[in-house]
């Protein structure tokens, strides 16, 4: 018997899928811990406590590090999606027809939300940035104690006589108006 004669066995779309699936989660597999451990290095930096003599220039600079190590992880998500979603796109566009091309087109389906939300995570990263950037300065930012004693005198010397003023509008008027009635 020749090898040209041997029956091979049919493919069936299950088995295609399920080969695609095993090989995107391989792929994601491969991908994760750079990614992971990238992420995991970011955030220890965020979280760790910062000196309290630390320049505002430095810490500013930490944050800034912070922030531009979690967008390129994001941003490495997202080519790592675009890769399988160019994969999938191919395998689609391959298929001939049939029971294949719907797994194919299942795959390539399953790759375009993948990449979509990759690409969101990134967008909300980038939009975040600043805010968190913003957020950490300010909180680094140390005023003397005798700086809030001299706003709060300030304000009380200020708004103290303009309260009183409007206080004697709203409550001297309407009392002036009533002895103004009982005099008639």
């Given at each position: 018997?020749?090898?040209?004669?041997?029956?091979?066995?049919?493919?069936?779309?299950?088995?295609?899928?399920?080969?695609?699936?095993?090989?995107?989660?391989?792929?994601?597999?491969?991908?994760?811990?750079e990614v992971a451990q990238v992420?995991?290095?970011?955030?220890?930096?965020?979280?760790?406590?910062?000196?309290?003599?630390?320049?505002?220039?430095?810490?500013?600079?930490?944050?800034?590090?912070?922030?531009?190590?979690?967008?390129?992880?994001?941003?490495?998500?997202?080519?790592?999606?675009?890769?399988?979603?160019?994969?999938?796109?191919?395998?689609?566009?391959?298929?001939?027809?049939?029971?294949s091309r719907d797994a194919h087109?299942?795959?390539?389906?399953?790759?375009?939300?993948?990449?979509?939300?990759?690409?969101?995570?990134?967008?909300?990263?980038?939009?975040?940035?600043?805010?968190?950037?913003?957020?950490?300065?300010?909180?680094?930012?140390?005023?003397?104690?005798?700086?809030?004693?001299?706003?709060?005198?300030?304000?009380?010397?200020?708004?103290?006589?303009?309260?009183?003023?409007?206080?004697?509008?709203?409550?001297?008027?309407?009392?002036?108006?009533?002895?103004?009635?009982?005099?008639?």
């Amino acid at each position: 018997m020749s090898i040209h004669a041997q029956a091979v066995p049919e493919l069936r779309a299950e088995d295609l899928q399920a080969e695609e699936l095993r090989r995107l989660s391989r792929l994601n597999r491969q991908a994760r811990p750079e990614v992971a451990q990238v992420q995991a290095r970011a955030e220890a930096r965020r979280r760790a406590p910062a000196p309290t003599e630390e320049p505002w220039e430095v810490r500013l600079s930490r944050v800034i590090a912070a922030q531009e190590v979690t967008i390129r992880a994001k941003a490495s998500e997202v080519k790592t999606a675009a890769v399988a979603l160019r994969r999938a796109e191919a395998a689609y566009h391959q298929g001939e027809g049939g029971p294949s091309r719907d797994a194919h087109l299942q795959a390539l389906l399953a790759a375009q939300e993948r990449h979509r939300q990759a690409v969101d995570g990134l967008r909300e990263v980038e939009h975040a940035a600043p805010l968190v950037i913003a957020r950490e300065v300010a909180a680094s930012w140390r005023l003397p104690w005798w700086l809030a004693v001299v706003g709060v005198v300030g304000l009380l010397l200020v708004a103290g006589p303009l309260l009183l003023g409007v206080l004697a509008l709203v409550v001297g008027l309407p009392l002036l108006a009533f002895a103004g009635a009982l005099r008639c």
